[in-house]
């Protein structure tokens, strides 16, 4: 079939035209060629296509009928070459993405928001899951592209680093009022007079006549309601690991599966909860969090996308990537 699709071409312009001459004029070949190749398709398909008389040319039964078809296909390929210079022309395509519901929130919506708005024809789908669970599901090829903290990958897979994030321990000034309180009258010391002087982030980070205060900052890790991503969480694996190499041993740890309420229960006095520090700005800067600095600070990390390099022929991924990737294509930085 192939073989003979330049044949079809010629045999339906003579069709269409209903004159070898005109079809020749048509495709810009000769006559003489016109007829060969008519005379070809005719011997491949062992049938008599038309009759050829001084007035032109007329379809035998055979010759409709394949005429029909050859109509309807070339009219198909016709309309898949429309769409596909469509597709060019407007950056019609689709893209997957994958991110954990804070990555979502916290960076990847702000990239969302440009490109939609350089690339509006584009589908977009996007899926909520952890890190791991993402990176499953690009392995699975049932995403284009997650945007992932960083950890180990298959060697199948590609990381871009996109920023770098830093974690730290939050909570409301009144929780930790509350919570030296309790300590002090468990162990029976004298009350400090800051605690109830406004004074929490003095007494925190102490002028240098201060030489005591009630805990350290070690000490309220291992006592206080400490709130962290569940367990098997890259982040969490991330603390876990700094707790080790710092000999932190938290006492009592509430697992909750989302950064954002991490933030939000420590903003209504439900304990420390670890955080990053790029989500937490707003509510930092507010005042309704204090950041708690440990002497040795939780290594940094990145975030950045992943996906197979098996996907770089998906036109939307490069589009969108060569966007994250220069930052004046931006209209606000993170």
């Not at 709130?227 to 969480?233: A, F, P, Q, S, W």
Request: negative net charge; charged residues 20%.
């Amino acid at each position: 079939m192939i073989d003979n699709l330049n044949n079809y071409r010629i045999f339906l312009a003579v069709a269409e035209t209903g004159s070898i001459s005109r079809a020749a004029e048509r495709l810009y070949i000769s006559q003489p060629a016109v007829s060969k190749s008519v005379k070809n398709l005719e011997d491949a398909l062992s049938v008599h296509l038309m009759e050829r008389s001084s007035r032109g040319v007329k379809l035998t039964e055979q010759g409709q009928l394949l005429f029909e078809h050859l109509q309807e296909a070339f009219q198909s390929i016709r309309m898949a070459e429309d769409e596909l210079r469509q597709a060019n022309d407007l950056g019609i395509g689709e893209l997957r993405i994958g991110a954990s519901t804070s990555l979502c929130r916290n960076i990847l919506l702000s990239y969302l928001s440009d490109f939609i708005t350089r690339f509006p024809h584009i589908k977009l789908s996007i899926t909520c899951h952890s890190t791991l669970t993402t990176v499953r599901r690009l392995e699975e090829g049932k995403i284009d592209l997650g945007l992932i903290c960083e950890t180990t990958l298959p060697d199948k897979l590609t990381y871009q680093p996109l920023q770098e994030i830093h974690d730290t321990f939050v909570v409301n000034p009144a929780y930790l009022e509350h919570f030296f309180v309790r300590e002090q009258a468990a162990e029976h010391t004298v009350e400090n007079p800051w605690l109830f002087a406004g004074n929490i982030t003095s007494l925190l980070t102490p002028d240098p006549g201060f030489t005591e205060r009630p805990l350290s900052i070690t000490e309220i890790l291992e006592r206080c309601n400490l709130m962290l991503l569940e367990r098997g969480n890259v982040t969490r694996n991330h603390l876990e690991h700094y707790f080790f190499q710092q000999n932190i041993q938290p006492g009592q740890v509430l697992d909750v599966n989302n950064m954002d309420l991490l933030i939000d229960f420590a903003k209504i006095g439900m304990g420390v909860s670890s955080v990053v520090k790029e989500f937490a700005k707003e509510a930092l800067s507010e005042g309704s969090l204090i950041e708690l600095s440990t002497p040795v600070p939780v290594p940094p990390r990145t975030v950045g996308f992943c996906y197979s390099p098996q996907r770089r022929s998906n036109p939307s991924l490069m589009k969108f990537l060569d966007l994250c990737g220069d930052p004046s294509l931006r209209s606000s930085s993170l």
